[in-house]
């Protein structure tokens, strides 16, 4: 079986992430500004679909050619990993903090949601967001 499909899933998973920014920044748009729950409740379970696609495809991508090294040097390196590490240590908080998020949503429990949405939302954001950036700065800034 031929892996050169294997190189296309990083450019994929960076435009999972940039569309999961996208659904988070409308589904806020929507009950902040629009007062709009349904328009919310769709755009957020679109995205924990794409993010949930994200994590299946990142997962079985590393399984396939393990970690993928960065090769700048100098200021790019200490950038890199100023971004990196917040970003993998946000990640690896946020599954539980979005399940009691939506835990929450889904028993109306209103004044629970919106405790728990002022720390999801805005590490969802950084963790999709810096995903993109990470993809940039690995495959295309020093690729």
């Known amino acids: 079986m031929s892996a050169d499909w294997v190189t296309q899933l990083p450019p994929l998973n960076?435009?999972?992430?940039?569309?999961?920014?996208?659904?988070?920044?409308?589904a806020g748009y929507a009950v902040k500004i629009k007062k709009d729950e349904q328009l919310h409740k769709?755009?957020?379970?679109?995205?924990?679909?794409?993010?949930?696609?994200?994590?299946?495809?990142?997962f079985f991508y590393h399984g396939q050619v393990g970690h993928v090294e960065f090769k700048g040097e100098g200021w790019s390196r200490?950038?890199?990993?100023?971004?990196?590490?917040?970003?993998?240590?946000?990640?690896?908080?946020?599954?539980?903090?979005?399940?009691?998020?939506?835990?929450?949503?889904?028993?109306?429990?209103?004044?629970?949601?919106?405790?728990?949405?002022?720390w999801t939302y805005p590490i969802w954001l950084y963790v999709s967001f810096s995903g993109v950036l990470i993809?940039?700065?690995?495959?295309?800034?020093y690729a």
């Open 14 to 26: 960076a435009g999972l992430n940039g569309l999961s920014t996208c659904l988070l920044l409308g």
């Open 42 to 58: 769709k755009l957020i379970f679109s995205a924990l679909i794409v993010s949930t696609v994200f994590l299946a495809i990142y």
């Open 78 to 118: 200490t950038l890199y990993y100023l971004i990196l590490f917040p970003h993998i240590l946000l990640a690896g908080a946020l599954l539980p903090l979005i399940f009691f998020t939506a835990r929450a949503a889904m028993r109306d429990q209103r004044e629970r949601h919106k405790k728990w949405v002022r």
């Open 135 to 141: 993809y940039w700065m690995v495959f295309h800034l």
